[in-house]
C-alpha cells in the first residue's frame, strides 16, 4: 500500500467520524460539509482506480 493510499484511507475513516458526530448533534451545515468532503474523496478514489468501500454512499450517479 502506497502512502497515498493510507493517506486517503486515514483521511476517509476521519471524515466519516466527523459525519457521524454532526448528525448526532444535529448540526445539519456539519453534515453538508462532511457529506460533500466524502464525495470528493470517492471521485477522487475513482480517479485513481482506488477501492475504498466506505466510499460507495458517496459516488455519484
Do not use: K
Request: no cysteine.
Amino acid at each position: 500500500m502506497t502512502e497515498f493510499v493510507d493517506q486517503i484511507r486515514q483521511r476517509v475513516r476521519d471524515a466519516l467520524a466527523d459525519l457521524e458526530r454532526a448528525a448526532d448533534a444535529g448540526d445539519d451545515y456539519g453534515v453538508q460539509v462532511h457529506t460533500g468532503e466524502l464525495e470528493s474523496f470517492a471521485r477522487l478514489a475513482a480517479e485513481n482506480g482506488l477501492t475504498v468501500p466506505e466510499l460507495a454512499p458517496f459516488r455519484a450517479a
